[in-house]
């Protein structure tokens, strides 16, 4: 499976970005999906999760209410919408794929993209 991210950038406070990240080699849909984010000096952390379908999502708390993952299955394309965007947001973004098929916010993937780096200035 390959992933590709697209997105990212330079944003303000309280601005809004949609990220997104392209599959191929694998049917998207026997795929759970998630996206992960990395700081400077920091371990990468979960950020959204997605099942299959796209019927269930799950959030790590810091991003609830302001973040929302979202999946298209003709077009192989997971998304995270992200609005209220704060400082602390700043990260490289990845998307990452696995052959479980829920949307648990645990749980290892197999398959990684690039990342896409995402500033928020204050």
């Known amino acids: 499976v390959q992933l590709v991210e697209s997105g990212g950038g330079l944003v303000q406070a309280g601005g809004s970005l949609r990220l997104s990240c392209a599959a191929s080699?694998?049917?998207?849909?026997?795929?759970?999906m998630g996206w992960f984010r990395q700081a400077p000096g920091r371990e990468r952390a979960v950020v959204a999760a997605?099942?299959?379908?796209?019927?269930?999502?799950n959030y790590a708390d810091s991003v609830k209410g302001r973040f929302a993952i979202s999946r298209d299955n003709a077009k192989n394309t997971v998304y995270l919408q992200m609005s209220g965007l704060k400082p602390e947001d700043t990260a490289v973004y990845y998307c990452?794929?696995?052959?479980?098929?829920?949307?648990?916010?645990?749980?290892?993937?197999?398959?990684w993209g690039q990342g896409t780096q995402v500033t928020v200035s204050s």
């Open positions: 997605i099942n299959w379908s796209g019927s269930t999502t």
């Open positions: 990452a794929a696995r052959s479980y098929l829920g949307s648990s916010l645990v749980g290892a993937y197999d398959y």
């Open positions: 080699g694998r049917t998207f849909s026997s795929l759970g």
